[in-house]
């Protein structure tokens, strides 16, 4: 594949908002008080685990592609849309951060996806593909757990 800087620059803005993501998700388990603790401490290590795996996995594509990943934390902050969560100890507000961070995360991943189609890039495609569907299920979930 063609080495093509705003595909880069794009793959790239993915992996920083889902580093900030998980550091915010880490806060969260870290933090969380009140009647909801220990559903929302597991569930919150198991969403900071998975968004650990999608880091890897996307710095690895980047990779697999020629490309160059962001691998330094001032490169992640400069290039996140997501930005760096206050302590959040209410799970309500936690619950509400991650359904706000999921579709900030969702219209990255739709972005990436189209370009991924405009350059015959299947296993972006794919990879963007599955991770539409898991984030469109979970928000699913995370509007039921609010009530809205």
């Known amino acids: 594949m063609e080495k093509d800087m ?3 620059k794009e793959l790239n803005k993915l992996l920083a908002d ?3 993501h998980y550091q915010n998700l880490r806060s969260l388990h870290w933090n969380i008080k009140g009647e909801n603790f220990f559903e929302l401490h597991v569930k919150y290590e198991e969403w900071y685990t998975r968004a650990l795996e999608i880091v ?8 697999t592609l020629g490309l160059q990943p962001i691998s330094s934390f ?4 400069a ?5 760096e969560n ?17 579709q900030t995360l969702l219209k990255q991943e739709r972005l990436i996806l189209t370009l991924a189609a405009d350059k015959a890039d299947e ?3 794919a990879f963007m593909s599955d991770l539409i569907r898991e984030k469109e299920k979970e928000n699913w979930m995370l ?6």
């Open 6 to 8: 705003n595909y880069e």
């Open 18 to 20: 889902y580093q900030l």
């Open 56 to 63: 890897d996995e996307l710095a690895e594509r980047l990779l």
């Open 74 to 77: 001032s490169g992640y902050l």
């Open 79 to 83: 290039e996140s849309e997501i930005k």
């Open 86 to 102: 206050p302590i959040i100890n209410d799970g309500k507000t936690g619950v509400q951060y991650i359904l706000e961070a999921q």
């Open 123 to 125: 296993g972006t495609s």
């Open 143 to 148: 509007r039921a757990w609010l009530n809205k």
